[in-house]
């Protein structure tokens, strides 16, 4: 399984939501909070403390990261480098325990490990093939992926500065989550029993995002259980959490119960199902100090969430931009792993880079290319910033001296200059600017393919994919056609709509604005209909005639 997005029940779990937000608050009170001190032995390695992550020198770590689907794309580990170059300190590694997808080995494991290491991330393992028991037949139990673990115990021991134990994904359904409690406790006093040391990490019900307040309403008992008090619990926050309220309230009622939160996955392109408000999720996330894993770096079966498209890290997404160059994005609030020298007594910055040089540029994308800089210990990445009206923003980062910007607009000045950085986080001098002006946008190199998904009495579902024919990307597009039988459409995703009688134009998503070349993008929408649903025949993308097919 490659992860689409989870619908939430729309209203119902809405209107639920709402009032367990109510009702659970009383049960995250001072008291439990009192109570959520760490009740038995001093734990090494990464820990809790006072309710919060901690590293074995008592220094606060707060994640900041992405999921990485491993068990799906063994031959992708060469990602984790590229996580690292966009300045991620955790990483969140998808495994098996060949109950539903193959098993990974404990070679396999010991692996992701080492390179976890090698690039300075802390690594959160988890076993995906719980997501969804009791709802999904496929599903696996948390007491088989407790097992799974403890098999793997000989490559875990002795790893716990660099790992997190993250028993199992969405480990239940919305069918009966209350049932959620007692495997989860059992699983944790599992692992104790066996002799881990680790921070554990424990997923909620309801497909991760606890709509029904279950892991909200046992999270002291749960904790309670675990006899080393170093146990972290993740909300997964899609669709269900599109308002700021539902946010806070969820996030504060564990930090202020000083019972440890983080976001373990969460989305933020808006989809049939809702729009998750991403950026309240960050920023509370920063003003919380706790950490947040975006889904994911690449590799869905939709590309909605991927951060970058075919794990190639030029073609990020606008996803991914938001992610880690937004606003409380992670290139702005990631602090690398004391364990690795982050916190060390480095004080000297690298070299300034040299000026910055452009070369093949597009309508949608430049590389550039520049001297490298030099520095005492090593210089560790390098930060591609867009200069313009006496402010910065920060476009792309490599660990090399040249990177490809993407996601420009065509016919465009830009000015560009380049950071150097070591791995203490000492920042160069900015280099001197290099002025770049992007291509037209190329006319023309398109096909579309519309086909009707269901249909009933008087309404349909359709979808539009948008496929670039062309060598470059597009981006910023719009796409027209025209209903013949008096269509209208309702309701769209991937897009917005607006119509005309029966002429229809399409402008892009903030998640579909580009259309890499040789990619595509899909729309969706639900419209209305008479007893005739002809289908367009004719469509242009920016003016251009399109291939239909």
């Known amino acids: 399984m ?31 909070a009192q109570a959520a001190e760490e009740p038995g032995t001093q734990p090494t390695g990464l820990h809790i403390s006072n309710g919060r992550l901690v590293e074995g020198n008592g220094n606060d770590f707060v994640m900041r990261g992405v999921n990485h689907a491993h068990t799906w794309y063994p031959n992708e580990l060469g990602s984790l480098a590229d996580i690292k170059a966009q300045g991620a300190n955790t990483v969140r590694v998808v495994l098996a325990d060949g109950h539903r997808w193959t098993a990974n080995t404990a070679s396999d494991v010991a692996n992701v490990i080492a390179q976890c290491k090698a690039n300075r991330l802390i690594c959160v393992l988890e076993v995906h093939d719980t997501t969804g028991y009791g709802e999904d037949s496929a599903a ?46 059992a699983a944790i006093q599992k692992l104790r029993n066996a002799g881990f040391e680790h921070t554990i990490m424990v997923d909620a019900p309801n497909w991760g995002q606890d709509w029904q307040g279950v ?40 930090v202020s119960a000083k019972l440890p939160i983080m976001i373990g996955e969460f ?92 070369s093949t540029v597009t309508a949608t994308s430049a590389n550039l290319s520049w001297t490298a800089s030099t520095d005492n210990v090593g210089v560790a990445g390098y930060d591609v910033v867009r200069v313009g009206g006496g402010a910065e923003t920060k476009v792309a980062a490599s660990t090399a001296n040249s990177v490809t910007v993407t996601g420009l607009t065509a016919n465009t000045a830009y ?70 039988n008096g269509q209208t459409v309702s309701n769209m995703w991937g897009g917005t709509a607006a119509q005309s009688g029966g002429s229809v134009t399409v402008t892009p998503a903030s998640y579909t604005n580009t259309i890499p070349a040789g990619g595509s993008v899909t729309v969706g929408f639900i419209g209305s209909k008479g007893a ?17 097919g």
Request: aromatic letters at 10%; glycine letters at 12%; charged letters at 15%.
């Open 2 to 32: 490659r992860r689409t997005r989870k619908s939430p029940l729309s209203a119902l779990l809405a209107g639920l939501a709402a009032l367990l937000g109510l009702v659970v608050l009383g049960a995250l009170g001072p008291s439990a």
């Open 140 to 185: 696996g139990t948390l007491d088989q992926a407790a097992d799974y673990w403890i098999g793997l115990k000989s490559v875990l021991a002795g790893q716990e500065d660099y790992i997190v134990l993250n028993i199992g994904n969405e480990p239940w359904g919305n069918t009966d989550p209350a049932g959620w409690t007692a495997p989860t406790i």
């Open 215 to 254: 892991m909200r309403a046992n999270a002291q008992s749960v904790y309670a259980a675990d006899t080393t008090g170093n146990l972290i619990f993740s909300i997964h926050m899609y669709s269900v959490f599109d308002t700021a309220a539902e946010i806070t309230d969820y996030l504060n009622a564990f």
């Open 267 to 358: 989305g933020g392109p808006a989809d049939q199902w809702g729009d998750p408000d991403e950026d309240t999720m960050m920023a509370t996330a920063e003003q919380l100090d706790i950490g947040y894993l975006a889904w994911s770096w690449s590799g869905n079966t939709d590309p909605i969430l991927d951060l970058v498209l075919n794990f190639d890290p030029a073609q990020m997404t606008s996803w991914g931009k938001r992610i880690f160059n937004g606003a409380n994005g992670i290139a702005q609030t990631a602090k690398e792993a004391t364990v690795f020298g982050g916190g060390s007594s480095d004080t000297q910055a690298p070299t300034a880079p040299g000026t910055p040089t452009a």
């Open 415 to 484: 000015s560009f200059a380049v950071y150097a950085r070591d791995a203490a986080g000492n920042r160069s001098a900015r280099s001197a600017t290099v002025s770049v002006t992007t291509a037209d946008t190329p006319a023309g190199s398109c096909s579309v393919g519309y086909r009707v998904v269901g249909d009933w009495q008087g309404g349909f579902q359709g979808e539009i994919a948008i496929r670039n024919t062309g060598t470059s990307a597009v981006s910023g597009w719009k796409l027209a056609f025209a209903f013949a």
């Open 532 to 548: 005739t649903n002809t289908a367009p025949t004719a469509f242009t993308l920016n003016g251009a005639a399109c291939v239909n």
